[in-house]
């Protein structure tokens, strides 16, 4: 669990910065985690130590918090990156294999990358849990050091991953590193509600609820507090859509979904 926080409030929830951009994230340079900033090697460690603590509620709080939306917001990745049958798919921080499971059923190769072993542990015993192991391919590695060849996938996915790494940018440079030239990147992350009032409901809902969710199911509701921070330190849809050009990718586009609660960006490999 994530219990040892020097903790200190924001002066406003809502005071986004961009997330650090991984160009000179220098070993004891401070970067943000949710809204502490830490050294470079302290993010990597309490952003793991979130994930060790919530890998085993994870897929059922998702279900809590959201009221079963991640679903729909994971549908909608998939259906606008239809996969094709043989397509060979990374999903970045894939955690549980979400991602990964909806494309498997359309015909795709998926391959779930994530820094964190817990979470792949979980996804593997949910497949055997299904009674064998599916074609899913579970690997352990960071978004920031993809342990992949140039040029070795038709289409990476990501979901809720990119606001937990250090380095979003260098993350970025090697989603595009490992696609193929004409690759597909999408990507769902949580962004800035676009909706008045709605933005000011979905403040106290995660701030309040959320965190009291992730006490009582998860046993964790820090952890569940750095993930309502996190989601207000991602950069914005514009910003983000920036910095997936600035990472040499193409034809960025993007979709607010539920008001902007969530986005998807697509981008190509030009
Ligand atoms: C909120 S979960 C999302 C899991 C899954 N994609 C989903 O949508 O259900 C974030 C995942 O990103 C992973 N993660 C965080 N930082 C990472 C990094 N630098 N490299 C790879 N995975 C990372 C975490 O371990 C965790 O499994």
């Known amino acids: 669990m994530v219990r040892a926080r020097l903790w200190s409030r924001p002066m406003s929830q809502s005071g986004a910065r961009a997330a650090s951009d991984g160009e000179s994230n220098a070993a004891g340079e401070a970067v943000d985690f949710g809204f502490r900033r830490v050294s470079v090697d302290d993010k990597g460690r309490l952003v793991r130590a979130v994930f060790d603590s919530v890998a085993p509620r994870y897929d059922l709080m998702n279900d809590l918090m959201s009221a079963g939306l991640h679903r729909h917001w994971k549908n909608a990745l998939v259906d606008w990156l239809n996969p094709r049958p043989g397509m060979r798919l990374l999903d970045i921080g894939g955690g549980t294999g979400d991602i990964a499971h909806r494309c498997l059923a359309r015909g795709a190769q998926p391959i779930v990358c994530d820094v964190n072993a817990r979470m792949l542990n979980v996804g593997r015993d949910r497949d055997l849990d299904g009674g064998a192991l599916s074609s899913i391919s579970w690997v352990n590695g960071d978004a920031e050091n993809l342990p992949f060849a140039d040029s070795s996938m038709d289409a990476c996915a ?25 690759g597909r990147f999408l990507c769902l992350e949580f962004s800035r509600v676009v909706i008045p009032i709605l933005d000011r409901l979905y403040d106290s809902y995660s701030f309040r609820a959320v965190p009291l969710l992730g006490r009582w199911v998860a046993d964790d ?26 990472a040499g990718l193409g034809q960025v586009k993007h979709r607010n979904l539920s008001g902007g609660i969530a986005a998807l960006h697509s981008a190509w490999r030009v």
Do not use: W
């Not at 606001?163 to 260098?170: E, I, K, M």
């Not at 509701?221 to 600035?246: G, H, N, T, V």
């Open 221 to 246: 509701e820090e952890a569940y507090l750095y993930l309502a921070e996190s989601i207000r330190r991602f950069p914005a849809q514009e910003d983000f859509a920036a910095m997936i050009a600035e």
């Open 158 to 182: 990501t979901a809720f991953c990119l606001r937990n790494v250090t380095g979003l940018a260098r993350a970025l440079r090697e989603a595009r590193r490992v696609l193929k030239p004409g």
